[in-house]
């Protein structure tokens, strides 16, 4: 999980961990901020095998399938949701969305990412008590300031968005 090293940028010795030891930090940092975290698997590469945007089904988003089970907290699988996409668009539409060779996508890309997060999101428990929250917010502003049903509101959309603390790791 955690390993003692000497830094050769800083000439110090830190203790650095593992990607799970860390993830695991920061669910548990979360949930004891009052929020309510979601992890999601980190978006693949693009790498193309046999047609298909290769998956990342044994290193970082197995780790973090793993760790969302034992920690308890919704996961939403980017990695697959995002290769599925891919696979779908093919090699030339998939080309525009990166920045890069391989790592870092493009606005078009970003957005496209934002997306399926959004729309994954909505799905999650988490995530509709954060939706139930906007909502609530935005029949607060349609209130006047004077009356007592915005006194109620803004009392409930407090309460709301308290309780849908919400953290995308």
């Known amino acids: 999980e955690t390993e003692t090293i000497d830094n050769e940028l800083t000439k110090q010795r830190e203790t650095v961990g593992t990607y799970g030891s860390y993830l695991r930090r920061y669910v548990r940092e979360a949930k004891a901020a009052g929020a309510t975290p979601v992890i999601c698997t980190l978006v693949p590469r693009k790498k193309w095998q046999d047609g298909r ?15 969302a089970a034992e920690e308890g907290v919704e996961l939403i699988d980017l990695n697959e949701l995002v290769a599925a996409r891919y696979d779908a668009l ?4 998939v080309d525009t969305l990166f920045a890069d060779e391989h790592t870092h996508t493009s606005r078009a890309g970003a957005e496209l990412n934002a997306r399926l997060v959004f729309e994954q999101l909505k799905a999650t428990a988490a995530g509709r008590a954060l939706f139930e929250t906007a909502a609530a917010s935005a029949a607060e502003a349609r209130l ?9 509101a803004r009392s409930q959309q407090a309460r709301t968005a308290e309780r849908a603390g919400l953290v995308l790791l």
Do not use: L, N
Request: hydrophobic share 40%.
């Open 90 to 93: 093919g090699a030339a539409a």
């Open 53 to 67: 945007i290769v998956r990342s089904a044994h290193s970082y988003a197995a780790w973090a399938r793993t760790d």
């Open 144 to 152: 006047s300031d004077s009356t007592p049903e915005r006194v109620s």
